[in-house]
Every structure is written in C-alpha cells, then in structure tokens.
C-alpha cells in the first residue's frame, strides 16, 4: 500500500450512471448525443481525480470500464491520472489494473442491475446475462468490481450514479460514501445539473479517500458460488462446457471455487 498520508487510489468509471443519461443511445458512439455525454463522463472523472489529490493521493489510476472502454479521452483528464483504456483480455474487466497496491477504489458512473426497479439503463454486464449470484446474492456490476477489488483486500469507498445502485451500495459496502446523480421514473429520469453533481462528486472523493481506514473490503464467503443466469437458454448450453460449471436450470450455470480468481476465471469464459 502507498504512504498512509499519500493513498493510492483506483477509479472505475462507467457510462450508463453518468448524471443526465437516459437513453441507451446517449451511450452509443454512433449516435450524435455521445459526444455531449461524453463530455460528462469526463467532467465526472476528473471531478474524482480532484477529490482524490484533495485527500493527498500522489498515484491515481483511472480505469475506462464503459463499452469499448475508450470514452475518456486522454488528453482531456486530468494529468496526475493514469488511465487504462481498451479492454485487456483478462478476467479482471472494469477493474483492470486492481492489486495489493490500492489503499482505496472509486466508482464513478455506475448503475443497477438488470431487473431493478425505477433504475436508469439497468442491465448487468451485457443483454446476454439477466443475473448474476453470488452465494444466492444478486450482484450488480458494482458489487462483482467489489469482490475484485476485495479480492486485493481493497475497499470501494465511493460510488456514484443513479438513486438505485447508491442504495445498493450503502447496504453492501461498509461505510461508503454515494452521490445519487439521478433516480429512475420508469424509463424515464429526474436528473441533477452537472454543475452540481460535479462539486458533490470531488468532495465526496475526497472525504471518501480521507476516511478510507473505516471501509471494509467487500470479500465473499471462503466457498464462493458463481451463478451466471443467461437472457437464453443457448447461452446457458454453451457455458455448461466450462470445466467444473454446474447446469442449474434452463437458463442458469453456476461455478463453485475457495479461490475467487477461479470464479472470475469462469465468468471471463462463461459470460
């Protein structure tokens, strides 16, 4: 781990949990308002990184985790960040680049699983997975990139994005700050002003990264039982074949291991 007074700090930033997004097509590249929210993802990014170095952190690593993973722009973030963009091939995903070292990690960003009530753009992982177990528990993104982060002994301190992932994350997360950026009215979205969700993110960061010592890591039990329950049942035939996997039902294959790398293993495959 860094310097207690200079901590280093992991931030994961995704798309779908950005303040204002709505609409699935305001995270497409190909579509002409990505640009604008883009722009925000930036601002939300940068906004951590302040509160970060607010709170004495001298190594930032920011991690691109939204589709390509090449939507923040490098020469727009702030320089005292590094910045992993594309994805890597390994079962570490939107936590690429997460080890020992960490003293802290950030989620910036993110949103609900699928299945969530008034949550905006819901989903988990991709269309193909509906949900995603762990010991019984659903887990949504932010608590898989949790048991990762766990894995290294490192807490997730922060997390911000839509009312309902903030919820999920103050119930799961010992002591973790959240700045709810916005709150699903069906499909529909009441969303905060960027010039104020921007401020409360650097400050929450930076309160966050402070009080890090009163965060626990988030581990799973020593047996962990990853159960990945697929959109079709084609996928589920497929992921059957993994060596080890347990059919469960039509939809749903399961994978049980004492090492978490072997079910992030499994999942890397499987999904």
Known sequence: MANEDSPKVFISVDMEGITGVTHWDEVDSSH?????FRSLMIDEANAAIDGALDAGATQIVVRDSHDTARNLLPGKL????????????SPFGMMQGIDESFDAVVFVGYHAQAGTPNA??????SGKIYD????????????????????????VVFLSGDAAICEYAKFNFTRVETVSVKEGIGKAC????????????????KNAVKNRNNCQPFTPDDSCFTEIQYAKEEKANEAQWYP????????????????????????MFAH
Do not use: Q
Request: glycine content about 8%; charged content about 30%.
């Open 32 to 36: 002409r308002n990505y640009e604008h």
């Open 120 to 125: 905006t753009l819901k989903h988990t992982m």
């Open 132 to 155: 995603l177990r762990i010991n019984g528990e659903a887990v949504p993104e932010a608590g898989w990139n949790a048991l990762i982060a766990g894995y290294y002994r490192v807490p």
């Open 78 to 89: 702030r320089p005292e960040a590094k910045l992993i963009r594309e994805w890597a091939g």
């Open 244 to 267: 080890g996997a347990e059919r469960v039902d039509n939809r749903t294959v399961g994978f049980r291991s004492d090492d978490f790398l072997e079910c992030m293993r499994f999942f």
């Open 190 to 205: 009441i969303s905060l002003s960027p010039k104020k969700t921007v401020p409360i993110i650097r400050e929450g960061v």
